[in-house]
């Protein structure tokens, strides 16, 4: 470097030759990748320009260096790190026995739901056709909880979490946002499947047969609770406007017995009543999937995506209040 540098001073140095030399190096060095980078700066003429391009290269090379080599010691430090981890998450607990109170609560409510049987609401059009025990026969053969019946069983608690309630488990925190999202999804269908639940009682088997009804169905009802969050007795009483329309014309299109203004006075009423968060149709849907999750098709159809993005993940870090 000395003698560059002094052959620099006395305005010696040969820059081209230096270039040519430096970029043969690097074409030797670097992955594949960078080949392409290199060979275009053999074709740059400008010195300053050749240069800012190979130290922008060189940076490049230099990530590659440090990527591969971690990627060759990831199997030992994943060994290492889990290790590390453990002891110290165990050192925490032991200054802090209270520091997983929240996930403790969280579980512990989860295996009792498990062993309650679900609510039943009489009112429900069309209750009886839901497929499950009764709660006597789920009373006399309960069945053996296991840690995934119980994981399943939590994280549908926490897709109906209260915002207000703080005692959210620690060792979700980084994972609410995501968990939040999913509460929308699940409140937005829970609405459209208890639109869809009221309206075939009242239109029929025959109507309600016809995938093409159902799909308009949908995306009415879809396009009208945009405002819901904010506004669900308006945003319920246009639904209910719509769907009796759509009910009545459909069923006109076909020559069905069109309903008659009792059963058309019902239906807004019933579809009206969804705004309300006790309605017992909500309820009914909300709590069924949840006294299902120790099926073992269910959990995975909910949970299944979910728990392949967990498997992956680096090992969880304690929440530190």
């Given amino acids: ?28 060095l670097c992955a594949p990748v960078r080949d392409e980078a290199v060979q275009k700066l053999e074709n740059v003429t400008d010195p300053v320009q ?17 990527n591969y080599t971690i ?22 607990l032991d200054e802090q026995p209270s520091l997983l109170n929240h996930t403790t609560k969280w579980l512990t409510k989860a295996a009792a739901d498990l062993t309650m049987p679900p609510p039943t609401c009489p009112d429900t059009p069309d209750s009886s056709s839901v497929a499950g025990p009764s709660p ?13 019946m119980v994981l399943s069983q939590g994280f549908l608690n926490l ?7 703080e005692e959210f488990p620690e060792t979700l925190l980084m994972d609410r946002t995501r968990l939040q999202e999913l509460e929308s999804q699940l409140h ?20 309600f047969g016809s995938p093409q009804f159902v799909d308009k169905l949908k995306r009415v009802t ?3 609770m945009e405002d819901f969050n904010s506004r669900p007795e308006e945003a ?69 995506s979910w728990c392949a993005e967990v498997s992956v993940r680096p090992p969880w870090r304690p929440y530190s209040h």
């Avoid at 990627?71 to 925490?92: N, T, V």
């Avoid at 006597?136 to 995934?148: C, Q, V």
């Avoid at 937005?188 to 109507?207: D, K, P």
């Fill in 71 to 92: 990627q060759s010691l990831q199997p030992h430090l994943q060994e290492h790190s889990i290790q590390y981890e453990r002891a110290k998450f165990q050192e925490l």
């Fill in 136 to 148: 006597n026969e789920a009373a006399n053969n309960p069945e053996p909880l296991s840690p995934s």
């Fill in 236 to 304: 319920m009483l246009t639904v209910s406007e719509q769907v009796s329309q759509e009910i009545h014309q459909s069923l006109k299109n076909m020559g069905l017995a069109a309903l008659s203004s009792d059963n058309t006075a019902s239906l807004i009423g019933q579809l009206q009543n969804i705004a309300k968060k006790e309605n017992c149709v909500r309820s009914v849907i909300v709590s069924f999937p949840a006294h299902r999750s120790a099926d073992p098709f269910v959990s995975q159809m909910l949970f299944g």
């Fill in 222 to 224: 879809k396009s009208l």
């Fill in 159 to 165: 897709l109906l979490w209260d915002p207000e309630n």
């Fill in 188 to 207: 937005q269908l829970t609405i459209l499947a208890s639109v869809l639940l009221v309206a075939s009682s009242f239109s029929g088997s025959v109507l």
């Fill in 50 to 66: 050749l240069l800012r391009g190979i130290f922008q290269v060189l940076g490049l090379m230099k990530m590659d260096m440090v």
């Fill in 1 to 28: 470097m000395d003698f560059l540098k002094q052959k620099a001073e006395h305005e010696a140095l040969d820059v081209p030759y230096l270039s040519k030399y430096i970029l043969n190096m690097m074409t030797l």
